[in-house]
């Protein structure tokens, strides 16, 4: 897959533990703990701590966007009910932003939902993530208008995306 500047963008679908996963996770604790307060050990132990296959087949994934070698971008989803997917951990490293890396993630990932059978994607992301908020409403996601409790720092924006069926 080619990115919007030329560059080679591949994705290789991986698991939440895979040594390939951490860098993205470990710069994405520290960006958390930049916008939000708080230590980043903090923010990567959550991070990490899912069940056991809730990014795996067959009710989730995970992808981690390479380009020579190095991971620049990555998310997972999970089974939020019987017609949705949760799209989770969701970031472009900021030394590669602003190359259409996190439009071709969303655009993957949102593909292979599609392929188990989803029909919608939900999301929430950090009220402090402003270019999160303009990346999933610039790919077709709407923000819903009923608010979400707090969670610590972070007032969570959600938003959902019903999901264009291939016609045969």
């Not at 591949?10 to 958390?32: G, K, S």
Request: aromatic content about 10%; hydrophobic content about 40%; some cysteine.
């Amino acid at each position: 897959m080619t990115a919007a500047n030329g560059d080679r963008l591949r994705f290789i679908a991986t698991a939440l533990q895979d040594p390939l996963a951490q860098p993205l996770l470990v710069a994405l604790a520290d960006e958390y703990a930049e916008r939000y307060g708080g230590e980043p050990a903090r923010y990567l132990a959550w991070l990490v701590d899912s069940p056991d296959g809730e990014f795996a087949e067959p009710n989730g994934g995970m992808l981690i966007g390479v380009v020579d070698g190095e991971p620049v971008t990555g998310g997972a989803f999970c089974r939020f009910d019987a017609e949705t997917a949760e799209l989770k951990r969701i970031w472009t490293h900021r030394a590669h932003r602003r190359r259409g890396y996190a439009t071709a993630l969303l655009a993957a990932l949102e593909s292979q939902i599609a392929a188990r059978g989803y029909t919608r994607v939900y999301l929430i992301t950090g009220d402090r993530q402003p270019e999160a908020e303009e990346l999933y409403q610039a790919t077709g996601y709407t923000r819903l208008a009923e608010p979400l409790p707090a969670r610590g720092p972070v007032f969570p924006v959600a938003f959902l995306k019903t999901l264009q069926r291939e016609r045969t």
